[in-house]
């Protein structure tokens, strides 16, 4: 997704630096232009896989619903059964599985999930059995995964984006291409503003052709979107392996965390359990309406947790620990006293699963992805047209029927109080981003190797002269 500069002519041919702007900014624009380069290159496979797998979530919920419509939904009647008769036809489909938690239909037309913890699935899948509230028939035993409840489709799909069905391993693809994405975002927009035309950064350039259009294109898209995929890099990156551990850690380190209701009770004689009916009931009494989960007390001394689950605009978030044996409420946490970062956590997570702003989201999303593809794909076509033509060798880079890098060796220009302080700050990075600092350091090397080689190349036809 290399940004590059005007066709050649024949003078910017014979010389590599006459199609860069003579100021101050050549320099740092070189180094940026090599990067931006590189990064495309190499990390859009991973990018285009992402974005794709990405456009496959974005429908998920709608063919879930589509595809399981008979199990997830039931006839609306006027009376339902008690919640406690609906729980125990649930754990009943599935004798040898422990209940996690229970939630309740919120319409006529809802079945009652009863959620199960399975011993024999993968960790973070549970199996879910749904219940029609009205008759407290099964209507189906599905595999859920995480806590979201995500159907079989979507969370199949949801493995594939975040890591090719791999495991571990395969977390290493979406979580080098979100570490990518912010700088080749911001990259690409700085390169496309610093251009010397700025007559039509927000759109493609009118009457341009060949590699020209091509490029007007791919930098007027690129900036369009920018502001997006910085938004899906930092929020994708908050589910990563390695760079995701290290942000749980800041957050833990600045009280950053998102707030929870303790299922501990003070040290009373527990008693009867009132049930889980009367539980919701007063849940429903203290503020807690639409979707709910109940969580059961997993130990003697534990109290209830019930937590809203809705995740559109706006949140609803608020949860309750409530005292088994009276149904009184123990402690209470609402989402509007949650520390803002907790919130903005909430809010960027669902926003990325396109969960918040319904369609509206969903269609954001869409645009993204498919801008996102375009620009990829204008990048390659813009390398591939600055590959040598016929007759012409590979020259000194070696580059064979592959296009060439941008010219190297200006970016040294760049001042030392420029360049200590970006080579600090980079490091910063490399080692909070741990999988973008290994790649860099990759692209040097290749970089390296690069020029040594054409170094070589031009020594030889002067050593070889008498």
Excluded: C
Excluded at 331 to 356: C, N, Q, S, V
Aim: proline share 7%; charged share 20%; aromatic share 8%.
């Amino acid at each position: 997704m290399s940004v590059g500069d005007k066709p050649r002519t024949s003078a910017t041919a014979a010389d590599p630096a006459a199609d860069q702007p003579r100021s101050a900014w050549a320099g740092p624009r070189a180094l940026l232009l090599r990067l931006h380069f590189y990064a495309g290159v190499f990390i859009a496979p991973f990018l285009v896989v992402a974005a794709v797998s990405g456009l496959l979530y974005v429908f998920t919920p709608q063919l879930d619903e589509l595809v399981y419509d008979d199990i997830v939904h039931v006839p609306d009647q006027p009376h339902s059964l008690p919640l406690s008769e609906q729980v125990r036809v649930g754990m009943a489909a599935r004798p040898g599985d422990e209940l996690l938690g229970v939630r309740p239909a919120t319409t006529g037309t809802d079945a009652t999930q009863v959620i199960l913890e399975a011993p024999d699935l993968p960790e973070s899948y549970r199996r879910t059995a749904f219940v029609d509230p009205h008759t407290a028939e099964v209507t189906g035993v599905l595999e859920t995964y995480g806590s979201g409840q995500a159907l079989p489709i979507r969370a199949w799909v949801d493995n594939l984006h975040r890591g090719l069905h791999l495991g571990d391993v395969g977390r290493i693809y979406s979580e080098l291409a979100a570490s990518w994405l912010w700088v080749v975002a911001v990259g690409g927009a700085v390169l496309w503003f610093g251009r010397r035309r700025r007559k039509s950064l927000l759109r493609p350039e009118r009457g341009a052709k060949g590699r020209r259009r091509i490029l007007s294109w791919h930098g007027a898209t690129g900036l369009w979107i920018a502001a997006g995929l910085v938004f899906l890099s930092a929020t994708g990156l908050t589910w990563s392996q390695y760079a995701g551990a290290n942000i749980t850690e800041l957050r833990a380190a600045l009280s950053w965390e998102t707030p929870a209701v303790s299922a501990e009770l003070p040290s009373t004689m527990p008693g009867a359990d009132a049930g889980i009916d009367r539980i919701v009931g007063t849940a429903r009494e203290h503020g807690l309406s639409g979707s709910i989960e109940v969580t059961p007390p997993s130990a003697a001394g534990e109290a209830y947790v019930v937590q809203q689950v809705s995740r559109a605009w706006p949140t609803q978030q608020d949860s309750v620990s409530i005292d088994p044996a009276t149904a009184q409420v123990a402690e209470t946490l609402r989402f509007d006293d949650y520390p803002l970062i907790a919130k903005l956590a909430r809010w960027g997570i669902d926003a990325h699963m396109g969960l918040l702003f319904g369609w509206v989201n969903q269609l954001v999303l869409v645009l993204l992805g498919i801008g996102l593809l375009s620009v990829i794909f204008w990048g390659y076509r813009m390398w591939w047209l600055r590959r040598p033509r016929h007759g012409d060798h590979s020259g000194p880079n070696g580059t064979g029927a592959f296009g060439k890098p941008p010219s190297r060796g200006r970016w040294r220009r760049v001042p030392g109080r420029v360049l200590a302080p970006l080579a600090v700050v980079t490091a910063f990075i490399a080692y909070f981003v741990p999988l973008l600092g290994i790649s860099l350091l990759g692209f040097l090397v290749v970089d390296t190797i690069l020029g040594s080689r054409r170094r070589s190349a031009e020594r030889e036809p002067r050593e070889a002269r008498p």
